[in-house]
């Protein structure tokens, strides 16, 4: 149980550093958020009511404070380009992410952890010779083209989906095998070593010895065992999903919160900036500890570290 | 039988599918323009949009009280006429008569001082407050201390009386802008007008659908005889230039390079493509790319040095590395600007003479300099270029490719970029626009220069002041001429290049054209299919 309440102040920690950082780095960055709302031709004076009305003009202190004050609260602040609030726009765009990493791990699943089953219950079989092809296909392809690569063959050339553009399942299909395929290389390499130690170990020769059939001993022996790194690893990947969401989204148009950031990001439009690094924050900060949580769970043997 | 009837229907189901998500959203019968975007217009609302996305479909749902035809002259819009008075101060607009809102509202001369104000006032936080500032009264607005500028009036419903503190001979170019556009009386400081905007333009917002697309639809009772043509505009979203430029070319797109140029290499490939021979259209583009040279930072400070510079530079290749979609700039007044003279020449390249003047100048081996630069691709390319060509006169640039805002903030700030790659796309067609607003000495304040070359001449100076208090255009554009003549011998600027509009249009869009203004005019322009 002290473990538990641990990790849950190691992840509040983690996440007011993280706001911090963030906070710090929007005074790093040496563009003046007002100069850019107002334009090349803008003068002085108006920079100047554009930094006031931005709140740019209070100390340091206090906007640390403001800031702090209504992230804890879920409130990101205002838009500098749109005036819009920010938690809307993040929650008006979280569903296209969502689709986005959600048909990703279904290629983890389906491909990754697929051949990678496949290759480690077959060693040098088909499935494994494969497997090892796709998971260095998958590793250095750079993901944004084989996103153009796939729209070119499957969209133009034989337009059979969607050639980018939002709305229905057919328009994901492209976007979510650019953003999966390269992890599910890395599930392809994980789970094919990982099944081939597993089924060397002595509860597998025994878990046979006692008659129980080969797909029992697969899945009720076998599979648990070596289920446990990839589910460490799905929590480290939502890091990796909303990081190569930016990418995919911007070459699919999908309108996501990583083709929204990438906007605010040419616009220096802060709050949407520092809303979305936080809002991501908080989903890897959340992921990691229930990957924690269901770890334990596989692993009695983790609770007591 | 039974495994032939699955894959039969198998197959009914996956061509349903691809058909539900191939579907267009608009029915064909209709005259609908489809252009693509990568990204949603910033905002929709005219007292903010300053960027090209957020002009250009804005500016398809609002009027302002004067527009620019298509040769970039004034003229009429929601006024139907105007005087000025003898002393340039006041200008009388009479308003056009029963023209209403998107809402059924009726359009009055109220609106047009709520516009007005609202784009002075600090809450708006406008780009285009900046512009209106000879407005009486208008400082005390911007600078939150009146809620009213005394210098705007609607004396009658029918209207407006706008006073200057002093003559602005090009106040009506200024007015002309998006950020003159009229909005309803209060309704655009409800939260939420930027995205649903209500204006008296020749399209209504529809409505726009996250991610996918922006409707416009016709404005039924558009006060301007026969317009618009079209009964829509969509402008899809999510497409990024290659996907565009593939949608184009299966014919789901009506128009290419409205909101952003062609890709390089789409272009090239598009442009030997006999299928689209003739299609292309092409305009200058009020816009002047330049290699800025900080006159407060050494070496830059001596004019020799600058004028090696601007000899050492070949604009001839820059225009081959944009694949010709370009001119060699003389001046900083491109060719299709109102002003503009032909006679108006730069340095020429002669890399002799620039490795003498650095010689002169006392830089016999050539000296190295940081060169601050947007991370763009073209820009960088552009950049790489001028790097090689300033080494072959002993001139080491090391390129600092940052993002637009980073450079924006960068050469505001005085000895931070001693050279820098610089753009200046026109606000209104006017030399006023270009030549004060970049080289006047006022420009330059300790906390923001807009003048980033803080170049300081008394002569440039005197003759733009002239300029600016000059009622006759044509004496007004030869002091703009004179002036510009002593800015390009001084050399703080070196002009590389004005960029060309080249949009790509289907065989059956009729009437298209590309406005010297507006990033799209739908005067005329439909779709026979």
Known sequence: MSGIVKRLLGAIAVWLGVATLAFALTYVIPADPAKTLAGAQADAATVENIRRELGLDAPLPVQYARYMGGAVRGDFGTSYVSGSPVMPMILERLPATAALAGGAVGVYVLIGVGLGLWGGLKPRGVGDKLGVVMAAGGVSVPSFWFGLALLYLFAYRYPILPLGGYGSPLHLILPALTLGIGGAAYYIRLLRQSMQDVMRQDFIRTARAKGLPEPQVVTRHALRNASLPIVTLLGVDVAHLLGGAVLTESVFGWPGIGSQAMQAIATMDVPVIMGTVLFAATVIVAVNLIVDLVTRVLDPRVSSL | ?529
């Open chain 2, 1 to 529: 039988m039974l495994k032939s009837s699955t894959h039969a229907l198998a197959a009914l189901a996956l061509a349903a599918l691809v058909a539900v998500g191939c579907s267009s959203p608009s029915t064909s019968s209709k005259a609908v323009l489809k252009l693509g975007l990568q990204d949603p217009p910033s905002t929709l609302d005219p007292a903010v949009a300053y960027n090209i996305p957020a002009i250009g479909v804005s500016h398809l749902m609002f009027n302002g009280l004067v527009t620019f035809d298509p040769q970039a002259k004034l003229v009429p819009d929601l006024a139907e006429s105007w005087t000025v008075s003898p002393d340039g101060r006041e200008y009388r607009f009479t308003l056009r008569d029963g023209v209403r809102f998107h809402d059924g509202k009726p359009f009055s001369s109220a609106d047009v001082k709520y516009s007005l104000e609202r784009v002075l006032k600090p809450a708006t936080k406008s780009p285009g407050s900046s512009f209106f500032r000879q407005i009486e009264g208008a400082p005390a607005v911007i600078a939150g201390d009146a809620p009213h500028a005394s210098g705007i009036m609607a004396p009658t419903p029918r209207e407006v009386v706008i006073r200057l503190a002093a003559p602005q001979p090009y106040f009506l170019q200024l007015l002309a802008m998006g950020f003159g556009s009229v909005v309803p009386d209060g309704q655009a400081d409800a939260p939420g007008f930027e995205k649903h905007p209500i204006g008296t333009g020749p399209f209504a917002f529809e409505g726009m659908v996250a991610g996918q697309r922006i409707t416009l639809t016709k404005n039924p009772h558009y006060f301007k005889p026969d317009e618009p043509k079209l009964d829509g505009i969509e402008v899809h979203l999510g497409l990024n230039e290659q996907v565009e430029t593939l949608r184009f070319e299966r014919g789901e797109l009506d128009v290419l390079g409205v909101f952003r140029n062609i890709g390089a290499a789409d272009y090239v490939r598009l442009s030997k493509d006999p299928k689209w021979q003739g299609k292309f259209l092409e305009a200058a583009d009020n816009a002047t790319h330049y290699l800025g040279l900080n006159t407060g930072m050494k070496p830059f400070d001596n004019p020799k040095v600058r004028e090696a510079v601007a000899r050492a530079i070949d604009k001839s290749k820059i225009v081959t590395l944009l694949n010709g979609r370009a001119v060699p700039a003389e001046g900083m007044l491109p060719p299709s600007l109102p002003g503009f003279g032909p006679e108006d020449k730069g340095y020429p390249y002669s890399p002799d003479v620039a490795r003498k003047l650095l010689a002169e100048a006392g830089y016999p081996n050539g000296f190295t300099t940081p060169y601050w630069t947007s991370n763009s691709q073209t820009v960088l390319k552009v950049a790489q270029q001028i790097q090689q060509d300033l080494s072959q006169v002993g001139i080491k640039a090391e390129l600092k490719p940052v993002t637009f805002p980073t450079l924006l903030s960068a050469v505001s700030r005085p000895g931070n970029a001693p050279m820098f790659g610089g753009n200046w796309s026109q606000d209104y067609p006017d030399p006023s626009n270009f030549l004060p607003t970049l080289f006047h000495s006022r420009q330059i304040k300790p906390s923001h220069a807009i003048n980033s070359t803080f170049f300081t001449d008394a002569l440039t100076d005197r003759l733009l002041d002239q300029a600016d208090r000059q009622p006759s255009e044509a004496e007004r554009f030869a002091t703009y001429r004179k002036a510009q003549e002593r800015i390009i011998a001084q050399a703080p600027v070196v002009p590389l290049y004005h960029p060309k509009n080249v949009d790509l249009t289907q065989s059956w869009v009729k009437g298209y054209r590309i406005h010297p203004v507006w990033p799209l005019d739908p005067t005329g322009l439909t779709i026979a299919k």
